[in-house]
């Protein structure tokens, strides 16, 4: 190897082209008539039609320090799901549909089997959502990254008609809030959950009383994605307002979507993952501080005129998700926990 070349200066080509090739056959198969020409161009082209007056809606997000978690278990296919999921939902957030999706993987030194389980779940969350994924980049970059490191991006675009828009304009005092069920901590919340294991001395190959895995699979547990049940639900009832609750909890979430209203919640009307009694706990944090942090069993909260609420309750239950009435749309702004 000369002296002064990529190589030796820590990115490896051959290891670049090798992840190519592994995720080809995975990023093709969510590929419809939509998406224009074959993977492997500059930029994914889609084909945008059958709208009347279409708004675009797009997000990018990270999986933040969830990623360390895979690290130290070696498990990797979940993130590709966790990034897919968590930019799906903020498309849907906005009453669009989500469309399609592109990942970006950048790390110390590029490990190929690694970034193929990576992109490989995020091509299987995107099957399940019916989303194209149209393109990505990996990235070796050794002295931003230390070899190990490794970091994992999304960016999702969606669209609806501009009629379809949820905004929360429409949202009034005396509407219900319906709350639907999160799979675990999600992608939000990591640096405090892995603090509170660390100082309890607590492994990830452990599982502490009251779990039915070890701590490390419940925590590597993909963020949920809502598409389908959110799609059925605005077919049923009159949706003013979706929130996903990501960083910020409840509190820092829902407020965005009441149109400067706010809301009193029923703390005790959910049921809460033992996950998040167990980082209560092992931490002794404050229940203010889980509220700011976690969205402690809550992932998407939908708000509906109050007669519409059973309804709404059924469809999302018929769909497969646990829901709750959680509470109430009032005049004062902020969200009140009672």
């Excluded at 945008?48 to 279409?54: E, F, V």
């Excluded at 590709?80 to 790390?107: M, Q």
């Excluded at 646990?322 to 009032?330: C, K, L, T």
Aim: hydrophobic share 40%; glycine share 16%.
């Amino acid at each position: 190897m000369p002296e002064n070349s990529y190589e030796a200066a820590g990115v490896s080509v051959e290891r670049g082209e090798r992840a190519v090739d592994l995720l080809r056959p995975a990023i093709e198969g969510t590929h419809g008539p939509e998406v224009v020409g074959s993977s492997g161009g500059f930029a994914g082209l889609y084909a945008l039609a059958g709208y009347r007056d279409p708004v675009l809606a797009s997000t990018i997000d990270g999986v933040g320090t969830k990623v360390l978690v895979a690290r130290e278990m070696g498990r990797y296919y979940s993130l590709g799901a966790d990034i897919v999921n968590h930019c799906a939902n903020d498309v849907l957030a906005t009453g669009a549909r989500p469309l399609f999706f592109l990942d970006y993987v950048a790390s110390g030194r590029l490990d190929p089997e690694a970034v193929a389980g990576i992109v490989s779940g995020a091509a299987e969350a995107c099957g399940h959502l019916g989303v194209a994924l149209i393109g990505g980049e990996t990235a070796e970059m050794p002295g931003i990254y230390d070899e190990g490191d490794f970091e994992v991006v999304g960016v999702c675009m969606g669209a609806c008609e501009r009629s379809e828009v949820v905004s929360g304009e429409r949202v009034r005092p005396g509407d219900a809030v319906l709350g639907l069920a999160s799979s675990g901590l999600h992608t939000n919340g990591y640096s405090l959950a892995r603090k509170v294991l660390a100082d309890a001395g607590v492994s990830y190959s452990d599982t502490p009383e009251g779990l039915d895995r070890s701590i490390g699979e419940i925590y590597l547990e993909p963020h949920r994605a809502y598409v389908q049940e959110i799609e059925a639900l605005r077919e049923a009832v009159d949706v003013r307002g979706i929130s996903h609750v990501t960083g910020g909890g409840l509190g820092g979430n829902l407020p965005r979507v009441l149109g400067g209203f706010g809301a009193r919640l029923d703390e005790g009307s959910w049921e809460e993952p033992a996950v998040f009694g167990l980082i209560r706990s092992f931490g002794s944090v404050p229940e203010d501080e889980m509220r700011k942090v976690f969205n402690l069993g809550i992932g998407l909260c939908a708000v509906v005129p109050p007669e519409e609420a059973e309804t709404g309750l059924e469809v999302l239950r018929e769909a497969g998700c646990d829901a709750w009435r959680i509470g109430g749309v009032v005049e004062a702004g902020g969200v009140a926990f009672v």
